[in-house]
């Protein structure tokens, strides 16, 4: 068996299964151009990483691909052997092609295969390589070859001279070489000139999902140890995912991880051979973090800089200015755990005498030295969470004060300080961690007010876990057992909201209510109520609810005070529930604005993975604004925080988005591939959600539409309605309607369609916007040439043109299909060169070029040349609108220009309306690059 180095076991037969990789996404992309210069002609690659970094599994990707290309693959990707094994195993596979050479060279291989595989060179080295250089040529000849070796840097030096001088003669051959060695430059007597891709650690978010994939993967701060510790290295996150202590409460050492066997024995003969100062450097080091430095990792150890080296030499230990790193993951970990509990308590106590001037680091080493737990090492560590959590430092906050709970004694301090710390938890987006800390609150207290903390500390990410009619229970029994905090409160208001907005119930939406109303009813105030929501939040948070609540009556007739400048930490939460409102109310300019604030303000204190379905609704704004470049960028930062959270739900409903924004932007081969994976019509529990299943009928519908299979996009946009006609989802069903008519009339389904817009304009109440596509799309269906149809598409194509840049080109290609089939040509073609100049700015390459069809058989001519609007730009003009796009003021670019901001202003207010934009964070969009 051959074990690679991300832990997968595999069998040495021809048919190695390929491994089911994680990202790697640019090294696969270079190895399938690497096998496909190689059909060709010779293509080499050396890939060069850490050990367990995943070499071998690229390998194997490569060698998958090189199969299927009809390459004959020489040898099978394992452990190199010693002395001339190596090339034997590269011979022996083409001992049939060797009868067509000459003698000479024949003898060659004939004696390479006979030796014993002692390890003694060959009598011939040149005759040897001439011979395998020849062997490999006449087999080329008949298929491709490739020639695969793994772990480079453990073959003999022979083996490697002779694959040189093949590397180094091939040409025109059809022949694949590919390397792995370990290490950050190639092997000696390795061509040097071979093409290098050094394969460097997993992305955050690429760590986390390979750990989600593991059967043993641990949760809460274990889960956080795991992905710290192993820094990005596959191996490293699949052994010490094994290995790590799921405990129900938190371990009394400093991490919540064993050592795999593995890593005990490979450096234990190591560490035993130094000096006894070195091993404490190296202990002191392993116990300390990052940021405590060189000086306290040396004093706590007593030993000086010289005791560093030789740690170093043996390529433990390196030290770089005032910091202290291990080689590899995994040498901290054997230098911590090889050590007994008394000596790693012994070198904590030393690290908190050394940095007694630093309350976090001096509670956290003192918590990690005690014997027993104390209340007076739970206060130091509520002190340390205090000071991490001021410096935007979340997680370490939560496991600072989730140690601290540990360590207290008294049960209603316990539960207060868990609840705070699944607060802190949910800001650094770890659900599962958050939830194992509310039941710790649960079992702990029955006091309303701190079981509401915990829940409302969950309620963020609740809706996209569990189904929401359970997590709005929840909360209807915290309001009847007794909950006096307001903040606490109106925080469970905005979970309950979300909750409602996430599944679609209809029910739901009249608890929202109810719950509001009881929370603006509270009058007692607490520090924890202040946190979850400040008081000048309170309102704005209490009116998305209600909007929620009946969004088609918003805004209501009371008067909120919703746009005074927001200040301190309640500017996040006004700013959510801003948006959401606004979303809500059909408002996608003010939503863009008020959720983009919000994620800025969030990021800023590095709590990303908080409020988590605001990516949904803003990545839906930045489209319908025609933002796409700036939805591309928050789609990916949303799938990041999706996987890193394991919020599969979430990562559903941005897939489906992303799969929109590329059929918008013509992508239609990569919006195919992607809406296979997403699977709309998938039953698994994690999608039970009305909102995932609208968005994936949708995305599927503006595929298949794109496509123009019209009858199968039917099919998906009616999935968002009932058999009556009735939105699936109050909020998202209703936005396809006229997507649904388009192609209903050229599938011939009028009649299927027309219950859909019946549904939705019965629900349309107050709403004008509503009103309005329920109009648009009997327009469509009907097709009728009495004026209130004209009038009606007249409408939608002069509606919100600014707003919905894609939308409003639509609807004028609508109104002009309609005056064409009225014979109506010449009042039909502006209409068409201004949808065609509004695709064209937007990047809607494949509507563009539908409409300059369509212009042309109107009789009029238009080139297929770039965002036209800036060509129509001075010079001058253009260079403004670059640096405006750029982000620079007037004043900075009047410096730059030698103008005056005043010229640089009524510059811009000329070149705005040329490019279709209303302000200069559109101007990204519409520029060419």
């Known amino acids: 068996m051959l074990v690679g180095d991300e832990g997968r076991t595999r069998a040495g037969a021809a048919h190695t299964p390929v491994p089911d990789l994680v990202g790697r996404f640019a090294e696969r992309d270079l190895l399938a151009r690497t096998v496909d210069d190689a059909a060709t002609g010779s293509a080499r690659l050396l890939l060069l990483g850490e050990a367990g970094i995943g070499k071998t599994s690229l390998l194997l990707v490569g060698v998958a691909r090189a199969r299927q290309q009809g390459f004959l693959v020489l040898p099978e990707p394992g452990r190199s052997t010693a002395g001339c094994g190596l090339l034997r195993r590269v011979v022996a596979p083409l001992a049939h092609v060797a009868t067509r050479l000459p003698w000479s060279l024949r003898r060659q291989l004939q004696e390479l295969m006979a030796d014993s595989g002692t390890g003694e060179s060959v009598s011939e080295p040149m005759a040897l390589r001439r011979a395998l250089l020849a062997l490999v040529r006449v087999a080329a000849r008949e298929r491709p070859v490739a020639v695969v070796i793994d772990d480079a840097q453990d073959a003999d030096r022979e083996s490697l001279a002779v694959l040189t001088h093949l590397s180094r003669r091939l040409s025109n051959e059809r022949v694949l070489l590919l390397f792995a060695a370990r290490g950050v430059l190639p092997p000696d007597h390795l061509d040097a000139d071979l093409p290098v891709c050094h394969v460097g650690p997993l992305a955050a978010a690429e760590a986390a999902v390979l750990l989600g994939r593991q059967t043993s993967a641990p949760t809460g701060w274990n889960r956080r140890e795991v992905l710290r510790h192993a820094g990005g290295n596959p191996l490293a996150v699949i052994e010490l995912a094994n290995s790590a202590i799921n405990a129900d409460r938190f371990p009394p050492g400093e991490y919540g991880l064993g050592v795999p066997e593995r890593i005990r024995h490979a450096y234990a003969d190591q560490i035993d051979h130094l000096p006894a100062a070195t091993r404490r450097v190296l202990l002191c080091a392993a116990a300390a973090d990052e940021h405590d430095g060189l000086q306290a990792v040396l004093s706590s150890a007593d030993a000086d800089l010289a005791d560093c080296g030789p740690a170093e030499a043996a390529g433990l230990l390196t030290v770089v200015g005032n910091r202290v790193g291990f080689r590899d993951p995994a040498v901290r970990l054997a230098c911590y755990f090889g050590a007994s509990e008394h000596d790693r308590r012994l070198a904590h106590r030393a690290l908190a005498g050394c940095l007694a001037h630093d309350v976090e680091r001096h509670a956290w080493h003192s918590a990690n030295a005690a014997a027993e737990p104390t209340e007076e090492v739970a206060f130091l560590l509520q002190s340390a969470a205090d000071i991490a959590h001021r410096h935007g430092r979340h997680v370490e906050a939560a496991g600072a004060l989730q140690r601290a709970a540990d360590y207290t004694c008294r049960a209603p301090e316990a539960a207060r300080r868990y609840a705070r710390a699944a607060h802190l938890a949910t800001l650094s987006g770890h659900y599962a961690w958050c939830r194992q800390l509310c039941e710790r609150v649960t079992y702990l207290t029955d006091d309303p007010d701190v079981l509401g903390a915990a829940m409302a500390s969950a309620g963020q990410h609740l809706p996209l876990h569990e189904p929401a009619p359970a997590a ?458």
């Open 472 to 929: 709005v229970l929840e909360v209807r029994r915290l309001f009847d057992s007794g909950l006096r905090d307001q903040g606490v409160a109106t925080a469970l208001t905005a979970t309950v909201g979300m909750a409602a907005l996430v599944s679609g119930e209809p029910s739901l939406r009249h608890v929202v209510a109810d719950v509001a109303c009881r929370a603006e009813s509270l009058t007692a105030r607490s520090e924890p109520g202040d946190e979850f929501c400040p008081k000048t939040a309170r309102a704005a948070v209490v009116a998305s609810g209600r909007a929620i609540c009946d969004p088609t009556e918003w805004p209501p007739a009371q008067d909120f005070d919703l746009n005074e400048p927001p200040s301190g930490r309640s500017e996040v939460m006004r700013l959510l529930a801003l948006g959401t409102t606004s979303w809500i109310s059909d408002a996608p300019t003010a939503a863009a604005g008020h959720l983009r604030r919000a994620r800025h303000l969030l990021r800023e204190d590095t709590a990303q993975g908080a409020h988590p379905f605001s990516f949904v609704m803003l990545l839906d704004a930045l489209t319908e604004c025609g933002l796409w470049r700036e939805a591309a960028t928050v789609r990916a930062e949303a799938a990041d925080i999706a996987a890193a959270g394991d919020l599969p739900l979430l990562g559903r409903a941005i897939a489906a988005q992303a799969i929109v924004l590329q059929t918008l932007r013509g992508d239609d081969a990569a919006a195919r591939a992607a809406l296979h994976t997403l699977d709309p019509w998938s039953s698994r529990p994690q999608d039970d959600s009305r909102l995932v299943r609208c968005l994936a009928h949708r995305a599927a519908g503006r595929v298949f539409a794109a496509a123009g299979d019209h009858e199968l996009a039917c099919t998906h946009y009616l999935a968002m309605f009932g058999p009556d006609g009735e939105p699936v989802h109050f909020t998202w069903s209703y936005r396809a309607v006229v997507e649904l008519a388009r192609s209903a009339v050229k599938a011939n389904q009028q009649e299927a369609a027309a219950r859909a817009v019946v549904g939705v304009r019965r629900g349309a109440g107050g709403s004008a916007h509503r009103k309005l596509l329920a109009g648009h799309a009997t327009a469509l269906l009907t097709g009728t040439g009495d004026p209130g149809t004209e009038s009606i598409l007249r409408t939608a194509a002069e509606h919100a043109a600014i707003e919905r840049p894609y939308d409003h080109a639509l609807a004028m290609v609508d109104y002009a299909h309609w005056l064409r089939g009225r014979r109506r040509f010449l009042d039909a073609r502006p209409l068409l060169a201004a949808a065609h100049d509004g695709f064209v700015r937007l990047g809607a390459d494949r509507d563009a070029a539908a409409t300059r069809a369509r212009l042309r058989s109107a009789g009029v001519s238009v080139a297929a040349g770039a965002r036209d609007g800036f060509a129509l730009l001075t010079a001058q003009q253009q260079f403004i609108a670059r640096l405006a796009a750029q982000g620079l003021s007037n004043r900075a670019i009047a410096d730059r220009l030698l103008l005056s901001p005043r010229t640089i202003g009524s510059h811009l207010y000329q070149i705005f309306p040329k490019l279709g934009v209303v302000n200069r964070r559109q101007l990204p969009d519409v520029i060419p690059e």
